[in-house]
């Protein structure tokens, strides 16, 4: 059933895509939330679009191949220039990519070392530290706040109109669960909203899309596709502005992140490095404005979303980043930190020392 409703949804969007419109949220209709301005450039001719190809092509072959899980979502989304020049040999490391529909489908496989990279929620890098006595490590942060509130109507303007409500979300067990927990609880109200959970984000916006749920709460591109297809939704809230009203600064809202077993950080600190910067690369060309086109093209091609306007509309608004180092230290420190506070089991039952992080 899951299948025949993503099939659905695919070949409904091929026949009536229509162009999205800006606007604030609190407007009705197929309204996108506000992508973050493009760097002005120095220069008023168009520079030519960074070459990673060339740049993973300089550095040299460390003759490993690494296998790599990613979420069909904005952690792969970054990735898909890396899929593209591993698939020409223009990287320094081999690749072999997985990619799944939801964190269930691969966390079994990471436990048991299947994959020697994975971009997972970043609350479940925790629980997985946690489950496995430290054999996995965070190497980098690649995705900020993309959760929104979606509804078919025009009632919800504040936190408080969830009150009385049903929200169909995704993302049970990781952090849209305890995120939208958070907000909740934090508002006073955890007892006033029944929160009912699909598998998949797809299945979610096609039954959002076909009038079988009123209110959701999803993730970018998902929410793309969702308005795209009904022009009765609206965005009506962004949850990561309703975290940072709560958290007060405490920490951002981080959906995702990149882990590694630490086994193979170990034996390969070469690869490692080689990854970052390969992976680094394909996230500056993603999120670089210029290269949209074609960035929405890998996404189609990867099989992320089923077609280019969808892949342009949804690419600025996915939250898509590296941070790595000490800055992704920080960032997810604090993120965990208020999740740990509000809930010891959304980060696995405890709150990861500093052997979480990969440090290079």
């Known amino acids: 059933m899951k299948k025949l409703m993503s099939l659905v949804l ?10 999205c419109s800006g606007g604030t949220p609190a407007t009705s209709g197929t309204t996108l939330p506000p992508a973050s301005p493009a760097p002005e450039s120095p220069s008023s001719q168009p520079e030519s679009p960074p070459d990673t190809a060339s740049s993973s092509a300089a550095l040299e072959k460390t003759g490993k191949t690494l296998r790599v899980a990613a979420l069909k979502g904005p952690t792969a989304m970054g990735m898909v220039k890396l899929m593209e020049d591993a698939a020409a040999g223009n990287t320094a490391n081999g690749y072999e ?14 436990i048991q070392g299947e994959f020697d990279i994975a971009a997972v929620p970043t609350n479940l890098a925790a629980t997985l530290y946690n489950k496995t006595q ?15 509130v979606v509804e078919a109507g025009d009632t919800i303007r504040s936190i408080g109109d969830l009150a009385g409500k049903t929200v169909y979300s995704t993302g049970k067990g990781s952090t849209p669960e305890f995120a939208l927990n958070y907000v909740l609880a934090e508002n006073g109200l955890a007892d006033q909203v029944a929160v009912e959970y699909k ?3 797809a299945e979610l916006a096609a039954l959002l899309s076909q009038g079988q749920a009123d209110v959701a709460l999803l993730p970018q591109p998902f929410v793309t596709t969702a308005l795209m297809q009904n022009d009765k939704l609206r965005v009506a809230l962004d949850l990561t502005q309703e975290w ?7 920490g951002g809202l981080t959906m995702g992140c990149v882990i590694a077993q630490r086994s193979f950080l170990e034996e390969n600190a070469a690869a490692a490095a080689a990854f970052l910067a390969e992976y680094e690369a394909s996230v500056d060309f993603v999120t670089d404005p210029r290269n949209l086109d074609t960035a929405s093209a890998l996404v189609v091609k990867a099989g992320i979303l089923p ?6 509309a949804a690419l600025p608004q996915c939250g898509i980043t590296f941070l790595s180092g000490e800055e ?11 999740l ?3 809930d010891p089991a959304s980060v696995g039952g405890a709150l990861p020392d500093d052997g979480l992080y990969y440090l290079g």
């Open 244 to 250: 940072d009203k709560v958290s007060k600064g405490a």
């Open 307 to 312: 077609k280019e306007p969808v892949a342009k």
């Open 97 to 110: 990519f997985t990619l799944a529909g939801s964190p269930d489908e691969i966390v079994g496989s990471i």
């Open 340 to 342: 740990y506070d509000a």
């Open 199 to 201: 598998t998949e984000h």
């Open 10 to 19: 695919a070949l409904t969007l091929i026949l009536a895509l229509a162009g």
């Open 328 to 338: 992704m230290k920080k960032t997810a420190s604090g993120f965990l930190q208020v």
């Open 134 to 148: 430290g054999k996995v490590q965070l190497l980098a942060l690649n995705t900020l706040g993309v959760l929104y």
